[in-house]
């Protein structure tokens, strides 16, 4: 009884190997191709710059907010969200992941959003350096995306 336990569980695993290998190898066929380093790096140095950006001002909402300026507690979360996923981007176009594409699309939407709150803002320095670093690394990320492409 035990012995065809063991073997029915044995086949599970065996097909479960043999779909993961098989989308392993669909995924390595879609990936993208490789790219120089002089083209990896300015996204990736966009993205680490607007990740540092973003922290700083999160750190900058939450002391107004603190104060009482509660017209920055939605802003604070974009700027936390918008750097995780510049962290994140930056990461995976300096290795070159083969989800570099689809992280580059996604950060670069989330640093639009997170510019379009800060420069809501446009008599704070801040939040303006916070929003220029998203468009310029929102810019970074498309450039990158449209070079996967080719």
Known sequence: MNRHIN?????VIALGLTALL??????????PKDTDHEK??????????CANQCESCFQHCVELVAAGDK???????????????CTTAAK????QSPLRGVTCEACAKACDVCAA??????????MKACAQSCRDCANACRAMVKELAR
């Open 40 to 49: 990896v790096h300015p996204c990736a140095k966009a993205c680490a710059d």
């Open 7 to 11: 073997l029915r569980v044995a086949g």
């Open 22 to 31: 098989s989308l392993g190898a669909r995924a390595d066929e879609r990936e």
């Open 117 to 126: 709150a800060c420069a809501r803002f446009p008599s704070d320095e801040h």
């Open 71 to 85: 017209g920055h507690a939605a802003t604070l979360r974009l700027c936390a969200d918008c750097g995780e996923l």
């Open 92 to 95: 995976l176009v300096s290795r």
